[in-house]
């Protein structure tokens, strides 16, 4: 399993951090603890995504603060 992080910043900054596991459990915990601190970011958009080991998505989820440009 592979958890992508992004964060987005209306100012064009943008972050990526790329976590795999073989343990899907681990996986998403992982996937759950970057959208408990998403959901308290000052970040403008912060998003986790879970995808398979082929790269297919099997579940994302954004929060969104301030305003989208």
């Known amino acids: ?3 992508l ?3 987005h ?4 900054t943008n972050a990526t951090l790329v976590n795999s596991y073989t343990d899907q459990s681990v996986a998403e ?3 759950h ?4 601190a998403a959901a308290v ?3 403008d958009v912060h998003s ?3 995808l398979d080991d082929m790269g297919n998505r099997i579940k994302g ?3 969104y603060h301030g305003s989208l440009e």
Not at 33 to 36: E, G, H, R, S, V
């Open 41 to 43: 970011s000052n970040v």
């Open 1 to 3: 399993m592979i958890i």
């Open 29 to 31: 915990q992982k996937y």
């Open 5 to 7: 992080e992004i964060q």
């Open 9 to 12: 910043s209306n100012d064009g």
């Open 48 to 50: 986790a995504v879970m």
């Open 33 to 36: 603890t970057i959208l408990a």
């Open 61 to 63: 989820e954004s929060y």
